[in-house]
């Protein structure tokens, strides 16, 4: 593994934020900076663009990202490395089932059972991947904005 | 403690700060706490996070330190070293020392890898030490002394290979 420890990773782990560039992926990196006068920690966000030419993240993924050796361009210094917790799909580590918050998705199942589930319920299992109203209904992807200026041009993601 | 108002605070004392016991090791880059606000078997990873979190970001300043709430039912801590692999350590109803000595013992450096590290910095805080781990490499860097043989051939009478030749 000598070669491995030669190569140095920097890792950060950050949440994906919405971004309009393509085969990038923009994330906030929460650190902590210390106030020299109160000593004490306060949170720093700092945004990175990390290569990520199949939009695997989606907005609300916390995502493991790794610094390129080079940089692909300007603003995108790190890749995409592995999605650590994708949102509303987290696995619990040690059980390895499928979690929603402080419950297991099966304990949830079993309960609504009990009390008799709705059909309009949310089923997961027959719920489609994340990103089939992309761009109809959801535009979490991408940062809108107020219409400020009417040019005559497509604006589809002014509100 | 002047100037001290908040909950515990206690915990913004430089004295606090450096009292801190868990020094990770250099391969460790992210440190991330998963914890819940309720729950009773959270209670010891939430006071680790409120008591002993600014005395690890302090001790390793170059490590990202990354809290995660209520996202899982069980409490653990991740941390994610530079060659790829992660430790997963559970801290289920375990108290807050107990979290902390675990932590020392599994990812935190040893007492004597700490020791070893003062002395070096202190070699390399004295000027008067060269070489490697040092901030010259030779005495011949500084101005006044004599050049480096190297890049300057000394005087005839100072070389051993003149000195010692026979007429």
């Given at each position: 593994m000598a070669l491995a420890a030669a190569t140095k990773s920097l890792q950060l782990i950050g949440e994906c934020v919405p971004c309009v560039k393509q085969n990038a992926s923009k994330f906030k990196i929460k650190r902590l900076e210390l106030d020299q006068h109160l000593l004490m920690y306060f949170r720093k966000d700092d945004y990175i663009f990390a290569h990520d030419p199949e939009k695997k993240c989606k907005t609300g993924d916390i995502v493991l990202i790794e610094k390129l050796p080079e940089k692909l361009s300007r603003l995108i210094t790190h890749k995409v490395k592995e999605i650590v917790y994708p949102l509303g799909d987290?696995?619990?580590?040690?059980?390895?089932k499928n979690v929603v918050a402080g419950k297991f998705r099966d304990q949830i199942d079993k309960v609504n059972q009990a009390y008799g589930k709705l059909p309009t319920g949310f089923d997961y299992t027959k719920a489609p991947k994340r990103g089939w109203q992309e761009d109809k209904k959801d535009f979490s992807h991408v940062e809108t904005y107020a219409k400020y200026h009417e040019d005559g041009k497509d604006q589809p993601y002014s509100v | 403690m002047p100037f001290m108002k908040g909950n515990a605070p206690i915990r913004r004392t430089l004295q606090f700060l450096e009292a801190g016991k868990l020094v990770l090791k250099d391969q460790i880059q992210i440190f991330a706490v998963n914890y819940n606000v309720y729950g009773d078997h959270h209670k010891g990873a939430r006071d680790f996070v409120f008591w002993h979190l600014p005395q690890v970001q302090y001790k390793n300043p170059h490590v990202q330190i990354a809290t995660f709430k209520n996202l899982t039912p069980s409490p653990f801590i991740k941390c994610f070293y530079e060659n790829g692999h992660q430790m997963l350590i559970d801290v289920d109803s375990k108290s807050k020392e107990e979290i902390y000595d675990h932590l020392v013992d599994v990812v935190g450096k040893t007492k004597e890898v700490l020791r070893a590290e003062a002395i070096a910095r202190e070699k390399k805080d004295n000027p008067a030490n060269f070489g490697a781990h040092c901030d010259k490499h030779c005495i011949c860097e500084i101005p006044g002394q004599v050049p480096c043989p190297g890049i300057c051939p000394l005087p005839n009478h100072m070389r051993g290979k003149f000195i010692n030749a026979k007429e």
């Open positions: 987290v696995t619990d580590p040690f059980t390895g | -």
